[in-house]
């Protein structure tokens, strides 16, 4: 009687994982943080139109609100922005890319990773600036909104993920 293993080779078991990776756009400003700023910025403006009506520019005290009002929408979108994700996900036999706008849309790349390259726009002073999969006359850009030492980062171990299917993975005990 033959036993099996915990790890089943067979055509019916999940691949291994060679990288994963989650990314979405950062933001500086919490919540808390967001209503503590627009309560502060809101008190200020309050109390210099304030004191432009009691001169007599009371215009100026509608002016000051409008520039709250501006700076909350401004916020409200970056943080509805804030929404969206991208997931980068490789096994031996493909590589998926699936993108999440922020308001829900979803597109999805499939490839298989022997076959996928990994485009670098690097800039001299800058470092990288883009980066983009390559496939079949494809180009997707990956990981925009990621700073250009994270990026880096994220190509290095992307690189390595993409060299590891090349070379096949080893299922050794």
Not at 38 to 45: E, P
Not at 67 to 95: N, Q
Not at 103 to 118: Q, T, Y
Request: aromatic content about 10%; proline content about 4%.
């Amino acid at each position: 009687m033959t036993r099996q293993a915990d790890t089943d080779l067979g055509p019916d078991s999940p691949q291994p994982k060679l990288f994963s990776a989650c990314l979405r756009p950062h933001r500086a400003l919490s919540h808390k943080a967001f209503l503590v700023l627009m309560a502060m910025v809101g008190t200020i403006s309050f109390a210099a139109g304030l004191m432009f009506w009691m001169l007599g520019a009371w215009p100026v005290f509608g002016f000051f609100g409008l520039d709250v009002l501006a700076l909350y929408i401004a916020f409200r979108v970056s943080f509805a922005r804030g929404r969206a994700t991208e997931e980068i996900l490789m096994t031996p036999s493909e590589l998926r890319v699936r993108r999440t706008s922020h308001r829900g849309h979803v597109m999805e790349w499939v490839s298989n990773p022997l076959w996928v390259r990994l485009e670098k726009i690097v800039h001299a002073e800058f470092g990288i600036e883009r980066l983009y999969l390559v496939s079949s006359g494809r180009r997707v850009s990956i990981a925009s909104f990621l700073g250009a030492d994270e990026k880096a980062s994220f190509a290095k171990a992307l690189t390595s993920a993409l060299e590891t299917a090349r070379r096949g993975v080893s299922y050794s005990r």
